[in-house]
C-alpha cells in the first residue's frame, strides 16, 4: 500500500513538471564579460538544485569525518560496557551455579570495567546524569555479588567491605531499589550469623513500604524468636497471617506456639495477666491457651477465682455434643481445676456435679467429682466416684492421683490392706 501511494506521488510529480517545464520558453542571461551565456529557466532551476545536493554532501562528508573520534570513543565504550554487563552476568551464573570463586572474580571483573568506561564516559548534559544513575545501579549489584559470594566462602571481612561499597553506590535516590536489596541481603546475612539484634539493626532502616513486605516480616519474625523478642515476634506473626504469608492452619499453629512462649516468660501473676490481656480474641478463644494461662496462673499462686473464669467458656465447649476439644486438652482442663479445689465455688461444684451426671461414663468427670467431695470430706460419695474412675483412667497423673485418694479414703477406714494396695497401683501408675 505504502509503495502503491509512492508511485501515485512519483506520478503526479511527472505530470506537474510537464505541465509547467514543458511550455516554459523563459530564457535566462549570463553575462560574464567578455563572455555571455543564454540558458534555459528549467536548466538553472536544475543546476541550482545540483548545487544544493553537492553542498549538502559536502557538509555532511565534513560533519562524519569530523565527529570520527567521536564515533571511536563511543564505540570503544559501547565495547567496554558490553564486556561490563557480560562480567556481571557471568557473576549471577556462577552465584547460582554455586561457583563463589568465579563469582567473586567476574563481579571484581564488572566492577573494573565500570571504573574504565566511567572514565571515558561522555560527561554532556542529561545523558551523562542518567548514565551515571545505571552506573551506580550496576555498581551497587557488582558489590552485592561480590559480598554474597564472601559470605558463601566464610569471608566476613572481604564482604563486610563489599557491603559498605555497596551501600555507598547506593546512596542516591535513584538508586533506592538497589538499596534495599543490599539491606534485605545484609539482614539475612546477619540471621545466618546467628546475630538477631544486627538483623533487627537492618530491618529498622528499611523505609516504611518496604518493611511491610512479606519478605521483611518473615526475617523479622526470625530474628525476634532468635532474639527471645516474643511480644515483637507474636505482632509479626500476627501481621503474616493478616497477609496469608502462611496457611491458616500453620499461621494459627505460630501464633499459638508465640503466645504459649509469651505466657511463660512470666515470672508473677501481674505479668501473667498482662499477656494474657495483650493477646488477641481469637487467641484468647483458643483452648490450648486458656487452659495454659489458667495453669500458668494457678503454679504462680495467683487468683484461682479468675483462672476459673478463663476456663468456663471452655468449659462450656467441652459439654457440649460433637466437642472439638481432644482427650489431652481435656484432662488438663481436670488437672487445672483440680489444683483449685480448695477455693471451688457452689457455681463450679453445681457445674461439676451436673456435668458428672450428664457424663456417667466419662472418668475423667468421674474423677473430678470425686476429688471435690474428698476434698468437702464427703468420704462416701468420693470413694464411690473414685473407685468408679480409677479403672477407666489412662496411665499418669490423674490415675495416680486417684489410686493415692483411695489409699487414704482406705486409711480413714482403717483398711491396712486396701491402702498398701492402693499405694502400690500409685507407684506403678
Not at 73 to 91: C, F, N, S, T, V
Not at 263 to 274: I, M, R, S, T
Request: aromatic share 6%.
Amino acid at each position: 500500500m505504502r509503495a502503491a501511494l509512492w508511485f501515485l506521488a512519483l506520478f503526479g510529480v511527472a505530470v506537474a513538471v510537464a505541465l509547467f517545464a514543458g511550455n516554459n520558453q523563459a530564457v535566462v542571461t549570463v553575462f560574464w564579460p567578455p563572455h555571455r551565456v543564454d540558458i534555459s529557466f528549467n536548466l538553472l532551476i536544475l543546476l541550482l538544485a545540483g548545487l544544493f545536493m553537492l553542498l549538502y554532501l559536502a557538509l555532511r562528508a565534513m560533519s562524519a569525518v569530523v565527529s570520527l573520534p567521536a564515533e571511536a570513543r563511543r564505540w570503544r565504550a559501547q565495547q567496554k560496557e558490553r564486556a561490563m554487563y557480560g562480567a556481571l552476568m557471568d557473576a549471577l551464573a556462577h552465584l547460582l551455579a554455586g561457583r563463589y570463586i568465579r563469582a567473586s572474580k567476574s563481579a571484581q571483573n564488572a566492577l573494573a570495567q565500570e571504573k574504565s568506561l566511567e572514565l571515558h564516559a561522555d560527561a554532556s548534559g542529561h545523558e551523562a546524569g542518567h548514565s551515571d544513575s545505571r552506573a551506580s545501579q550496576l555498581r551497587s549489584l557488582a558489590h552485592l555479588l561480590a559480598a554474597e559470594s564472601a559470605q558463601s566462602l566464610q569471608n566476613k571481612a572481604l564482604r563486610e567491605r563489599h557491603l559498605q561499597s555497596a551501600l555507598q553506590a547506593s546512596a542516591q535516590r535513584s538508586a533506592q531499589g538497589v538499596r534495599e536489596a543490599v539491606q534485605f541481603r545484609a539482614a539475612r546475612w546477619a540471621l545466618e550469623d546467628r546475630d538477631a539484634g544486627a538483623a533487627l539493626e537492618w530491618l529498622s532502616q528499611l523505609p516504611q513500604g518496604a518493611a511491610r513486605r512479606t519478605l521483611a516480616l518473615r526475617m523479622k519474625l526470625r530474628a525476634a524468636r532468635q532474639a527471645q523478642q516474643t511480644a515483637q515476634a507474636l505482632e509479626t506473626a500476627r501481621l503474616l497471617a493478616k497477609h496469608r504469608a502462611f496457611s491458616p492452619t500453620a499461621a494459627q499453629s505460630i501464633v499459638r506456639g508465640l503466645a504459649l512462649e509469651l505466657l511463660n516468660e512470666a515470672h508473677d501473676p501481674v505479668q501473667l495477666q498482662q499477656a494474657w490481656y495483650s493477646l488477641d480474641d481469637s487467641e484468647r478463644a483458643m483452648p490450648e491457651l486458656v487452659i495454659h494461662a489458667a495453669s500458668r496462673l494457678m503454679a504462680l499462686h495467683g487468683n484461682a477465682e479468675l483462672a476459673r473464669s478463663w476456663l468456663l467458656e471452655v468449659w462450656d465447649r467441652m459439654m457440649q455434643p460433637g466437642t472439638s476439644i481432644g482427650d489431652k486438652l481435656h484432662t488438663k482442663l481436670i488437672a487445672v481445676l483440680e489444683d483449685g479445689l480448695d477455693t471451688l465455688d457452689a457455681d463450679w461444684l453445681a457445674r461439676i456435679e451436673m456435668a458428672q451426671r450428664g457424663r456417667p461414663r466419662d472418668a475423667n468427670l468421674q474423677y473430678l467429682a470425686g476429688m471435690a467431695c474428698l476434698n468437702r470430706q464427703l468420704w462416701g460419695k468420693a470413694q464411690q466416684l473414685l473407685s468408679q474412675a480409677t479403672p477407666a483412667l489412662p496411665d499418669g497423673a490423674l490415675r495416680r492421683n486417684a489410686w493415692r485418694a483411695l489409699a487414704l479414703l482406705a486409711e480413714q477406714r482403717e483398711d491396712d490392706a486396701a491402702a498398701a494396695q492402693a499405694y502400690k497401683r500409685a507407684a506403678q501408675s
